[in-house]
């Protein structure tokens, strides 16, 4: 059981390129959530889903996309990459029970030059 | 959702109970008290949560006051590999309620 599973652990983004941050989990988790860390801060929620086909924004919106066709997956597209815009990016997920606890993968490490 | 108050750093000699405030005085009824911590850089781990009574799983124990205002994360006997990110979250479990925010923590070390 892989849990929540993201790609790729490490990029580095010139300005203004674009790149899709994956997230997988094999959990059938209806949630699904994407967070930003910078140095030495919490964590900031970007976007979230309640299941496939529903999104919505979180705390820090402005610079990204997401999208949910599938219960397992939930990529975070960056368009125009901004310096920014470096952090660890986390992915997490859990069921829609009611006190369920969230799983979170590894990380993604963006640096943005 | 309610937010936390946690102080932003405490350290703690390895063998000792270790106890972790969090202020969440605007709590309402329906919001459960959670804790997940953080280790280096890694993804957080969910450790434990609660209503209203104090709970006790293979990883800590929390203690809520009666009037649910505060709480406290208790590891019995730290070792260094408790070292981390600490964070208290107060969150609603109504439906519409599906949001997960963390405040900063408080960065907890294990001192040898």
């Known amino acids: 059981n892989a849990g929540v599973t993201q790609t790729p652990k490490f990029r580095i983004l010139k300005i203004g390129q674009s790149m899709t941050l994956q997230c997988t989990q094999d959990?059938?988790?209806?949630?699904m959530y994407w967070y930003r860390q910078d140095p030495g801060m919490g964590l900031k929620l970007i976007y979230y889903?309640?299941?496939?086909?529903?999104?919505d924004k979180g705390e820090v919106p402005n610079g990204y996309n997401v999208s949910r066709s599938t219960t397992e997956d939930f990529p975070l597209r960056l368009e125009l990459a901004a310096p920014s815009q470096t952090s660890v990016y986390f992915c997490?997920?859990?069921?829609?029970?009611?006190?369920?606890?969230?799983?979170f993968g590894q990380g993604t490490r963006l640096t943005v030059v | 959702d309610a937010k936390t108050t946690q102080p932003t750093s405490m350290d703690c000699a390895e063998g000792r109970a270790a106890n972790l405030p969090c202020n969440h005085s605007?709590?309402?009824?329906?919001?459960?008290v959670y804790w997940y911590r953080q280790i280096h850089s890694q993804g957080p781990q969910y450790i434990i949560h609660?209503?209203?009574n104090n709970e006790t799983n293979e990883m800590a124990s929390l203690i809520i006051t009666e009037d649910r205002k505060s709480s406290t994360l208790i590891l019995p006997h730290a070792t260094l590999r408790d070292t981390a990110v600490y964070y208290c979250?107060?969150?609603?479990?109504?439906?519409?309620?599906?949001?997960?925010?963390f405040g900063t923590g408080t960065r907890l070390t294990i001192i040898p």
């Open positions: 609660g209503l209203k």
């Open positions: 889903s309640v299941g496939a086909g529903i999104t």
């Open positions: 605007t709590i309402s009824g329906n919001e459960y």
């Open positions: 959990m059938n988790h209806n949630y």
């Open positions: 997490a997920s859990r069921t829609a029970g009611e006190e369920a606890e969230a799983f």
């Open positions: 979250i107060v969150r609603s479990v109504n439906f519409g309620n599906e949001k997960l925010t």
